[in-house]
């Protein structure tokens, strides 16, 4: 869970330091869309008003995402979910910020100041260049949504004649000639502490740990019981469900298996 706080928390500051850097009137150039825009429509733009507007909305965001993570780390494993909307909501407004007319200049007696036509090749350069960012918004918003969806399923455990197939975030086949023992232990995996990464719930937590090669946590954090599967090379899965029935279930089911 440590990870994820200071990964979370690193994100924040990053983004809480280019907030202040916008806020401040600089780095404009790390602006999606404001970089790529016609340099004669970005000429008529306040640019001081307009990156301390989108400055603000950064300061928010990482903001939103410290809280999130703090949550997390406190064991508010939805918490995570708070910077989705979040990074949707800074992208509407950057959007919105360049399509409004609250930063635009004005002549001096508060007309706006309109944008000479462009030429054939800057209109044909700025269609390629929003078609490339498009291509590169979709290509970074699917694998997003695709995370966002199969972490919301639940995990599923498939028990076989001779394995044990785990279904989910990460998936683990297991054989039976590779098991020595099967235990079920009272305590929530959260109190276990068998290392690696524990965050969420389903497939959320369907996580490889990090101490000990294969070794694999499926847990919902304060629930008992933990089923540990020992392996014969000294590995472990630790295997704890959404319900303490559904996990007693499971092990009985497992154990039936093994006698076969």
Do not use: C
Not at 19 to 43: E, H, I, S, V, W
Not at 79 to 85: G, K, S, T
Not at 111 to 117: D, G, R, T, Y
Not at 227 to 237: K, Q
């Amino acid at each position: 869970m440590l990870f994820f706080t200071f990964l979370s928390a690193g994100i924040a500051l990053l983004i809480a330091i280019l907030g202040l850097l916008l806020f401040f009137g600089k780095g404009g150039g790390l602006l999606a869309g404001y970089n790529t825009m016609d340099p004669a429509k970005k000429a008529l733009i306040d640019e001081k008003a307009f990156l301390r507007f989108n400055g603000k909305v950064m300061l928010i965001l990482a903001a939103i995402i410290a809280v999130s993570a703090l949550l997390n780390h406190l064991g508010q494993t939805w918490a995570w979910m708070l910077f989705i909307p979040g990074v949707f909501a800074i992208a509407i407004a950057n959007i919105w910020s360049m399509r409004t007319k609250r930063f635009r200049l004005r002549d001096e007696d508060g007309n706006l100041i309109e944008a000479s036509k462009p030429t054939e090749k800057q209109a044909r350069e700025r269609k390629i260049k929003l078609i490339a960012g498009i291509i590169l918004a979709v290509l970074i918003t699917i694998p997003v949504l695709w995370l966002v969806m199969e972490g919301s399923r639940d995990i599923r455990v498939d028990v076989g004649n001779t394995s044990l197939t785990i279904r989910g975030f990460y998936g683990e086949t297991i054989d039976f000639d590779q098991i020595s023992s099967v235990e079920l232990l009272e305590e929530a995996m959260a109190n276990l502490n068998p290392g690696g990464r524990r965050a969420g719930h389903g497939t959320t937590n369907n996580w490889r740990g990090s101490f000990g090669a294969g070794q694999l946590h499926i847990q919902y954090p304060q629930e008992g019981p933990t089923i540990r599967i020992n392996r014969i090379n000294g590995t472990a899965v630790f295997i704890s469900l959404a319900e303490a029935s559904q996990t007693r279930g499971l092990y009985n089911e497992i154990q039936n298996a093994l006698l076969r």
